[in-house]
């Protein structure tokens, strides 16, 4: 099986298993698990943060974060297309009582500009509009096909925010991702935003987990929102272990992943009728418009499914994922099923 869905779906390296067979663990709800402490020590100090929680999904890491950050009634201003915003399932609305202001990014790339922020703000309207209460980024962004934010931007935005009493959450998911393509340090990247979450359970390979990272106070409260929304996890040292080495090992093999996600792109684009410009592939998410093909991106997916190959259609597109189960020869085997049905 050859699949493209997404980097979710990575297995753990007999490193991993290894690790979590072997590791010491204690009852985490009570602080009590030396290889979670372990973990959130050795990412807060990749990050240059204050400190760092280990929780069960990026889903719930950013949204303890929307939660600290906001009060009911907020507004929270993000890209149309961001992940908080769109595949969270409603918990800003639900857990956090905060509105979403969507603005859409005149990039393709997904990246906004300050002066895009700005535009979409509410400060000092007391009467007639829900105060912006939180700016959140997100680097990669994942339907902005996998693009990149570099530190100097990131910091732009920030201070332009902070200037204006207003937190900037990252939505770090993969941010490793950005950090390997644009060769600067995570710690550079996240350095002026209040709060990041990155996740383990994606390109990194871990199978379970993410970790949430701002200041010793803030994730003092992240630790008591994190029991409240169900994710006090135990002996989660088993899990932590493997996070462990996906933090140390991982990040070298990424690069791989993107030379695989580049070599798809540029085979796709020769394909009539489909869409895509393969030099903004600079990570691991390949998305391809479909529309002007004689299939729909449906009908292309369940197709590849016959060669055992899986990725998701997202309306007119079809979205390819690269990680460290997928080889190069799968990268031509894809293109061969894609240029069969549609060359
Ligand atoms: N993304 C998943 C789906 O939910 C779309 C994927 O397959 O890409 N932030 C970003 C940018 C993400 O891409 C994801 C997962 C999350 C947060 C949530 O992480 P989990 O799945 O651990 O809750």
């Known amino acids: 099986m050859i699949d493209l869905r997404s980097d979710t779906v990575t297995k753990p390296t007999p490193a991993m298993r290894k690790a979590?067979?072997?590791?010491?663990?204690?009852?985490?709800v009570y602080g009590e698990d030396p290889t979670v402490n372990r973990l959130q020590e050795r990412a807060a100090e990749l990050f240059s943060k204050e400190a760092a929680?280990?929780?069960?999904t990026g889903s719930m890491g950013n949204q303890i974060a929307v939660k600290l950050h906001t009060k009911p009634g907020d507004e929270v201003v993000i890209e149309e297309r961001g992940h908080i915003f769109n595949w969270e399932m409603g918990m800003p609305a639900i857990a956090s009582g905060v509105t979403i202001r969507p603005v859409r990014a005149a990039r393709e790339s997904?990246?906004?500009?300050?002066?895009?922020?700005?535009?979409?703000?509410?400060?000092?309207?007391?009467?007639?509009?829900?105060?912006?209460?939180?700016?959140?980024?997100?680097?990669?962004?994942?339907?902005?096909?996998?693009s990149v934010m570099n530190a100097a931007e990131t910091?732009?935005?920030?201070?332009?925010?902070?200037?204006l009493n207003l937190p900037v959450h990252l939505d770090g998911a993969r941010i490793f991702n950005a950090s390997v393509a644009l060769n600067e340090p995570v710690a550079d990247m996240t350095r002026s935003v209040d709060s990041v979450q990155f996740c383990l359970s994606k390109g990194l390979g871990a199978p379970v987990g993410s970790l949430l990272l701002g200041t010793k106070d803030f994730i003092a409260e992240a630790r008591i929102w994190r029991k409240r929304f169900g994710g006090g996890m135990r002996q989660a040292g088993i899990l932590a272990a493997a996070g462990l080495i996906a933090l140390e090992e991982s990040p070298a093999k990424l690069a791989t992943d993107h030379e695989n996600a580049k070599k798809l792109a540029e085979g796709v684009a020769q394909i009539k009728g489909v869409s895509i410009d393969p030099k903004k592939v600079v990570t691991n998410i390949v998305i391809f418009d479909v529309s002007e093909t004689d299939k729909s991106s449906s009908d292309i997916c369940q197709r590849l499914k016959h060669d055992d190959i899986h990725a998701i259609p997202f309306?007119?597109?079809?979205?390819?994922?690269?990680?460290?189960?997928?080889?190069?020869a799968d990268i031509d085997k894809t293109l061969e099923s894609l240029e069969d049905m549609l060359g």
């Open 110 to 146: 997904g990246m906004l500009t300050w002066a895009e922020i700005e535009s979409a703000l509410h400060i000092n309207m007391p009467y007639y509009a829900c105060p912006t209460g939180l700016i959140c980024l997100e680097n990669t962004h994942n339907f902005g096909g996998g």
């Open 53 to 56: 929680l280990f929780v069960p």
């Open 155 to 163: 910091d732009e935005i920030c201070e332009k925010a902070h200037q």
């Open 315 to 328: 309306g007119n597109s079809i979205r390819m994922v690269t990680h460290c189960d997928v080889s190069s």
């Open 20 to 28: 979590m067979a072997e590791a010491e663990v204690g009852d985490d």
